[in-house]
């Protein structure tokens, strides 16, 4: 029997979805194909210019790829915190006004830090890309989230991969300098360095602690008195420009140390490698990384060597991209923009087909990933191949490194 | 330590030392002459870096042979600054003359920025990588060269001032302005010629330490600063002095990096300079002021 729709009935249904709208929290409802409004705050000037222009290579490339897991769209605003605190501030709560639904960023330790404090105070998401500051997930916030290691996370696992290299090599070096950049950053990895290190049983002494000025365009007085350690290793921690500059002194000096541990950026850069040629090749570098072994890994791997030929994947371009994905997965499980919804479904976040080294991407209840492994990268052939952890690699270590005058 | 290694450090020290006396051989012709302290002297020197590696992407010159354009150029730049913008403030308050070459300073800066961006470039040479090895004794080759070339920029400027008749000249002007005006010397011209000079040495200078350094807009300053620290210990206005202060900071630098910490090498060198201005402030081989 049809039913005839009468006025009465059509009020009534009026009514209805009047309520239904009306007794939904924000009035929000994802309509079918909505994307999520993403903040990506990165610094895309100032001294960290090419670090945050480098993240954001991969932003421009994640829509395909989310696309192809199933994953909603994302609409992206880019934010500038032009390298500076301040501006990260600002930046954050400019673009949360602009309707930002959820926050991505933002590479440096201190920027994040103040970014975080926004978005807790505005309640909307932040999924940190990088950032190793461990304090950034102890202030107790419910809004910020970290697929990212900590420092002591990263030390950590740096000593393990050291031991499984030297394992696998069957080399192990008895002594070692420990040249440092003298910055914030370069006193701090070298004391926790120091602290991490009581833990493990390393084969090896420091035999020399060097620190150097950030500032220095010669470093031939710094390799000569690391030389002068009788050290069979170097470990470092430098940035790219050092990193250049100890490797051409190393060669004049000719010095070549059985091994060359890198425990920060520069020695696995494009243009580390690009500038030296055969003589980049050697050090290792222990890092966050992906595992190349992961499906989704292989995928990213060849979109970004489509998009960008000539630059390798690397730390920068994996995190933002796992940011990015666990923005999107969290917004399909949420099925709405709600920042409490997207917070408890970020929370509830448990993606096995990443791109990073580790079980997965989960958070604890402080919004920590603690189970993210960290790997060893190996220069070769102007190319970086992974060589620990072992279920996460796909080549072995070779050491001692060879040495300059015979390349 | 095995003293071999403070021999590679001294040796590395001296020939560095060798180019910053040249660079600072310039500003030293400059004041000694003029009377104008140039505060945009390092600024100066990484044009002329800036300018070799520029010639040196295009013709594939070495540094050692871009040298000599490059001096000609930055003293075409050192002739027309001086007598376009310096020579009016010549008899104006030192502030002033201060001022205009700071302000000169950091517009070079901000070009430089502007125009290469701030991250590190270098070149590439055949002997980049290379070293001499005598006995113990590992030597940088492009410090080598350097060095080298340094000696001979000195050498050529010391006849230049003592054999020629147009250097001449120019001392009189510096030993007496008014003598010099009384026998007809066009002291305009020739103030401008001395601060071409001037620029061509640290345009030498420069073109040199590209084989050594890489540059970056933000190193002028800091070369500003070292260029005075050596003039003052050497003796402002003294040539020699100037090139054995450039020996001196150099040596001091490296041995004081490799004997204490390398962090504070800057800091032997200010040492050195306290401890001139406190024995003699004139200058190792300054003149004592008459009065």
Not at chain 1, 380 to 387: C, D, E, N, P
Request: charged fraction near 15%; proline fraction near 5%.
């Amino acid at each position: 029997m049809t039913q005839r729709i009468n006025r009465r009935r059509f009020n009534q249904a009026l009514a209805a979805a009047g309520a239904a709208t009306a007794f939904h929290p924000f009035g929000i409802v994802r309509a079918q194909g909505a994307r999520l409004k993403v903040g990506v705050l990165l610094p895309r000037s100032g001294v960290q210019a090419g670090i945050g222009q480098d993240c954001h290579r991969v932003v421009q490339i994640t829509g395909g790829l989310l696309s192809e897991l199933g994953l909603p769209g994302l609409d992206i605003m880019n934010g500038d915190t032009e390298s500076n605190v301040d501006v990260a501030r600002s930046r954050a709560e400019r673009l949360i006004s602009e309707g930002a639904q959820l926050l991505v960023g933002a590479f440096d330790s201190g920027q994040t830090t103040a970014i975080a404090q926004v978005a807790e105070q505005r309640g909307i998401p932040l999924v940190i890309n990088i950032a190793a500051a461990p304090p950034i997930t102890e202030q107790g916030y419910k809004f910020v989230f970290r697929n990212f290691a900590t420092a002591p996370m990263i030390l950590g696992d740096a000593f393990a991969n050291q031991l499984e290299v030297f394992s696998l090599t069957g080399v192990a070096p008895k002594t070692a300098v420990f040249m440092h950049v003298n910055d914030t950053f370069g006193v701090a990895m070298q004391k926790g360095f120091t602290g991490v290190m009581s833990k493990f049983t390393m084969p090896y002494k420091v035999a020399q602690t060097i620190a150097y000025d950030p500032a220095a365009r010669d470093l031939s007085v710094e390799v000569a008195k690391a030389r002068a350690s009788g050290a069979e290793a170097l470990i470092m921690v430098s940035r790219l420009n050092d990193a250049i500059l100890i490797t051409r002194e190393l060669v004049k000096q000719r010095w070549s140390p059985t091994a060359v541990l890198s425990m920060g950026p520069g020695w696995y850069e494009d243009q580390y490698l690009k500038t030296l040629g055969k003589l980049g090749d050697g050090p290792i570098s222990f890092v966050p990384w992906y595992d190349p072994n992961k499906k989704l890994a292989k995928q990213l791997e060849a979109a970004h060597a489509k998009a960008f030929p000539g630059i390798n994947l690397n730390t920068n371009h994996i995190y933002t991209f796992e940011a990015l994905l666990v923005a999107a997965d969290a917004y399909k499980r949420a099925g709405s923009a709600d920042p409490k919804a997207l917070a408890d479904a970020i929370r509830a976040t448990d993606i096995k087909d990443n791109v990073s080294t580790g079980p997965g991407i989960q958070f604890n209840a402080k919004g920590q990933n603690d189970k993210l492994k960290n790997s060893a990268i190996q220069n070769r052939g102007g190319k970086l191949v992974v060589v620990a952890p072992k279920g996460a690699s796909n080549a072995k270590p070779e050491l001692p490194m060879k040495a300059y005058d015979k390349r | 330590m095995p003293i071999e290694i403070y021999l590679n450090v001294a040796a590395s020290g001296l020939l560095t030392g060798l180019v910053y006396g040249l660079m600072a051989l310039g500003l030293s012709v400059i004041f000694g002459v003029v009377r104008v302290v140039n505060f945009a002297h390092g600024e100066m020197m990484t044009l002329a870096m800036y300018l070799t590696l520029v010639l040196f992407s295009a013709l594939k010159l070495d540094p050692l042979v871009l040298l000599v354009p490059i001096a000609a150029v930055m003293f075409a730049f050192g002739y027309l600054l001086q007598l376009g913008l310096i020579n009016p403030f010549i008899n104006r308050p030192e502030h002033s003359q201060f001022m205009l070459l700071v302000a000169l300073a950091l517009i070079l800066v901000n070009v430089q920025l502007i125009v290469f961006g701030p991250d590190a470039q270098g070149i590439r040479t055949a002997y980049s990588f290379d070293s001499f090895q005598l006995g113990p004794l590992i030597v940088d080759a492009s410090k080598v060269y350097a060095a080298g070339a340094a000696l001979v920029v000195a050498a050529a400027l010391f006849a230049f001032f003592r054999f020629t008749l147009l250097g001449k000249a120019i001392r009189a002007c510096a030993d007496n302005y008014d003598g010099a005006l009384v026998v007809g010397l066009n002291v305009k011209r020739l103030y401008a010629l001395t601060f071409g000079i001037g620029a061509a040495c640290v345009g030498a200078a420069g073109a040199m330490l590209m084989a050594v350094i890489d540059v970056t807009p933000e190193i002028g300053p800091a070369y500003t600063l070292l260029a005075f620290v050596i003039v003052i210990t050497g003796g402002l206005g003294s040539m020699p002095g100037a090139l054995l202060g450039g020996l001196l900071i150099g040596l001091t630098e490296a041995l004081g990096g490799v004997l204490f910490t390398p962090s504070a090498k800057s800091m032997f060198a200010f040492g050195l300079l306290v401890l001139v201005l406190l024995f003699r402030p004139q200058g190792i081989l300054g003149k004592k002021a008459s009065g």
